[in-house]
């Protein structure tokens, strides 16, 4: 039991350690992400977010993938210009904290445009942001409860 306690503890002092990581290896040690992780290795986006930055990511959880239905998401998984398109209309440019989100349209990494509406909590085009400000070092990750669909 000391020994799990121990290595549990050595595993959370090395995920908040001081040096932050990339976006990519912030989302799979969060461990609620292996949807998201294993879309963006199929859409091949591993290596983009892996870069430079910064980022903004709106994430989906794995119960936000649970949600699109089996046959839906499978389908997304096969094409990967869709996959694509879905992934990067959660990405948008830049660093952009909690603090500093306002309410109105944000273009994304996509192309398109994400509606944010502040007025009962964050949304962002309908899924509700669950958590914020996870800090990687080349961006920002914001827990989103729904995958969205550019338009």
Same mark, same amino acid.
């Given at each position: %039991?000391? #020994? ?13 350690g001081?040096q932050?990581? $990339? ?12 949807t998201l992780?294993?879309?963006?290795? +199929?859409?091949?986006?591993? +290596?983009?977010? #892996? ?15 649970a ?12 094409? #990967?210009?869709?996959? =694509?398109?879905?992934? =990067?209309y ?19 990494? +996509? ?25 990687a $070092? ?10 969205? %669909?550019?338009?």
């Amino acid at each position: %039991m000391m #020994k799990k306690t121990a290595l549990a503890a050595a595993l959370a002092l090395a995920a908040s350690g001081a040096q932050a990581k $990339d976006i990519v290896d912030t989302a799979v040690a969060a461990g609620n992400f292996t949807t998201l992780a294993a879309a963006l290795n +199929q859409a091949g986006l591993v +290596q983009t977010l #892996k870069g430079d930055g910064p980022f903004t990511v709106f994430a989906p959880t794995d119960a936000a993938f649970a949600k699109v239905p089996k046959a839906d998401l499978e389908a997304l998984l096969a094409d #990967k210009a869709q996959l =694509t398109r879905v992934l =990067t209309y959660h990405v948008v440019p830049g660093k952009v904290m909690a603090k500093d989100v306002k309410a109105g349209k944000v273009k994304t990494v +996509q192309g398109s445009e994400l509606t944010v509406d502040t007025g009962a909590g964050v949304m962002v085009d309908g899924a509700k942001v669950v958590k914020t400000d996870i800090v990687a $070092d080349n961006g920002v990750i914001h827990v989103i409860d729904s995958v969205v %669909m550019p338009k």
